[in-house]
């Protein structure tokens, strides 16, 4: 029996590209993805799928392998025989921050993909810059202070884009391409978020910013829903760059949920997708996790990666310097709460290696796995009166109850 209309999903991570199929009623129905250590750690050159430039304290992603694991992944979910003519609807999400640099060919290009070729032999010429500045990136003190400094204060900053400066935020990255490679700058026509990135190849298109994922950028004012002048100047090093980086940044739909358009004949000749799948805005992979849970009030997710992040969703807009404000994905007024520890996963694994290793070629993570389970939260017994709680409670107060 046929399973009905299917719907796809992509998650363009840190360390994965993983695409998911599945029914209306969230059976899943096929399942691939494109490890890049394990597909291209020689050929790209990566290690937990990032290149780092310690001198500068850069970490950066080469695009082409992402192009390249676009084509590698459908190949894989084609070759597993999932029903690609019945997938209606196909969105995903990106890591937040990372950007793409398209050159003026760009558009061009995305319009008239060749099915006979594959994507990386059409796209390799489309970037301004090879590489996409990854999420751990952490070479843009000096634009951070500037950000921090341009409105007054760290405070005044978090009040109009929902955080202070830091240091992945896309904004600092900008501004630092400006300074540091000028002809990156100059020859950039548009410049996309990981996940808009994604949502453009699929559209044949560039893809505009999402509503949520451009929060992540310290350069969205959240109040007037709208990009910040003064930010924009300072980005752009002038009143009169202004234009011209607005054009790189185009126009942001305010509403998130909102379909692109079908996907490019590129994908229906290669892949054998159907010519009306639609494609709806793709979003970050925070904002993503939102949704992925019916959230009551109060309710919170706490979601482990490379980075380890803690969301809550909220009608009360109330930023400071010490977390971060973004707008929900889908629920214009709302917004989602977020904490990030960039150093989530590297934590884990070094309290994995700490412990004995399991026995034999079972999962490496199996002691990990048991200790977590028999060690109380923060080895305190009583949870009546556990510290972690009553801070979580203090902290709910002050977002919620103000
Ligand atoms: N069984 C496990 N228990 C705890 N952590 C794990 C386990 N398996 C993988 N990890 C950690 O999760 C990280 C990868 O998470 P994943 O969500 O796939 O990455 P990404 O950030 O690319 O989305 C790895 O770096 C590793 O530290
Ligand atoms: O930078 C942040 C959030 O601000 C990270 O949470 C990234 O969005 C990366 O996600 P993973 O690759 O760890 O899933």
Known sequence: MSPGPLYLGFD???????AIVISSDLTVISEAKVDFDADFKEKYGITKGVRINEDEGEVYQ????????????????????????????????????SS??????????????????????????????????????????????????HLGDPQKLAEVSGSAAHHRFTGTQILRMRRRRPEVYESTARIS?????LAS?????????????????NLWDISAQAWNEKLL????????????LRKKLGDVPLDGGSIFGTVAPYFVDRFGFSKDCRITAFTGDNPAT???????????????????????????????PSYHFMNHPTTQGHYMFMLCYKNGGLAREKVRDALPKPEGKGDPWANFNKAVLETPPLDVKNTDSDLAELGLRILTIILFLQ
Request: aromatic share 8%; charged share 20%.
């Open 12 to 18: 363009l991570s840190t360390q994965q590209l993983k």
């Open 62 to 97: 080469p695009v082409a392998m992402w192009v390249e694991a676009v084509d590698l992944v459908l190949s894989r979910l084609h070759e597993k025989g999932c029903p690609m003519d019945q997938i209606k609807g196909l969105s995903g999400s990106g890591q937040q921050h």
């Open 100 to 149: 793409v640099y398209w050159n003026s060919d760009a558009e061009t290009a995305l319009k008239s993909l060749d099915p006979k070729r594959s994507l990386l032999a059409q796209l390799g010429g489309v970037f301004a810059y090879k590489f996409a500045p990854n999420w751990q990136d952490h070479s843009t003190q000096k634009e951070c202070d500037d950000f921090d400094a």
């Open 193 to 197: 978020l990981c996940s808009s990135f």
């Open 201 to 217: 190849i699929f559209l044949g298109s560039i893809a505009p910013f999402d509503i949520s994922d451009v929060t992540g950028m």
């Open 233 to 244: 100047e300072l980005t752009a090093g002038s009143a009169d760059g202004i234009a011209a």
């Open 290 to 320: 939102i949704l992925s849970l019916p959230l009551r009030p109060l309710d919170a997710i706490v979601s482990l990666g490379t980075s380890s992040t803690f969301l809550m969703s909220t009608p009360n807009y109330k930023p400071d």
